[in-house]
T-cell receptor, first 116, second 112 residues
């Protein structure tokens, strides 16, 4: 009964390819997030969605496109992958909408993306 | 610029010691502060959440404090165990930006 799940756990691909990462939460939360953790362990938010609506969109290349088919799912599609995209990508969820930062966030296990 | 600094970056202690991890932040519009634990190759697990109106929270051997005026939070771990070995991250919820801002973490190793 995993709360926040991500697939795949590992993703190795070549530059220029397009790939997707999927995330699902069974906590009944309204808000979902994508975070990127770089090689220096900095964790930074990329996007957040509330009830399928985009709330936060950080300065992220438009090669990254999130999609939320319903409030329990948030997928991340990446076009034309570059070496600098190599990182661990975490999905998270919480209660709340525009004030979701006031609630506890629950994280998935992460997807380690390696671009060669 | 909003920043979160965690000191030390790494810490190694013998089993049984009490220890303190430090977190400082620059944004005065803090709504809450959260401490997370990250095990190697795993996601983050929320440990404690302190609202800005609170001074501290306790869970088992963990105690987190918050001093908004000085921009500091501490995580106190009592009677450390090898199973406590992990990276501990603090993050504050900003009412200015509506985001969680994370520090780089303190990597703790507790030796048996």
């Amino acid at each position: 009964d995993t709360a926040v799940s991500q697939t795949p756990k590992y993703l190795v691909t070549q530059m220029g390819n397009d790939k997707s990462i999927k995330c699902e939460q069974n906590l009944g939360h309204d808000t979902m997030y994508w975070y990127k953790q770089d090689s220096k362990k900095f964790l930074k938010i990329m996007f957040s969605y509330n009830n399928k609506e985009l709330i936060i969109n950080e300065t992220v290349p438009n090669r990254f496109s999130p999609k939320s088919p319903d409030k329990a799912h948030l997928n991340l599609h990446i076009n034309s992958l570059e070496l600098g995209d190599s990182a661990v990508y975490f999905c998270a969820s919480s209660r709340g909408g525009s004030r979701s930062y006031i609630y506890e966030q629950y994280f998935g296990p992460g997807t380690r993306l390696t671009v060669t | 610029k909003q920043e979160v600094t965690q000191i030390p970056a790494a810490l190694s202690v013998p089993e049984g010691e009490n220890l303190v991890l430090n977190c400082s932040f620059t944004d005065s519009a803090i709504y809450n502060l959260q401490w997370f634990r990250q095990d190697p190759g795993k996601g983050l697990t929320s440990l404690l959440l302190i609202q800005s109106s609170q001074r501290e929270q306790t869970s088992g051997r963990l105690n987190a404090s918050l001093d908004k005026s000085s921009g500091r939070s501490t995580l106190y771990i009592a009677a450390s165990q090898p199973g406590d070995s992990a990276t501990y991250l603090c993050a504050f919820g900003s009412s200015n930006t509506g985001k969680l801002i994370f520090g780089q973490g303190t990597t703790l190793q507790v030796k048996p």
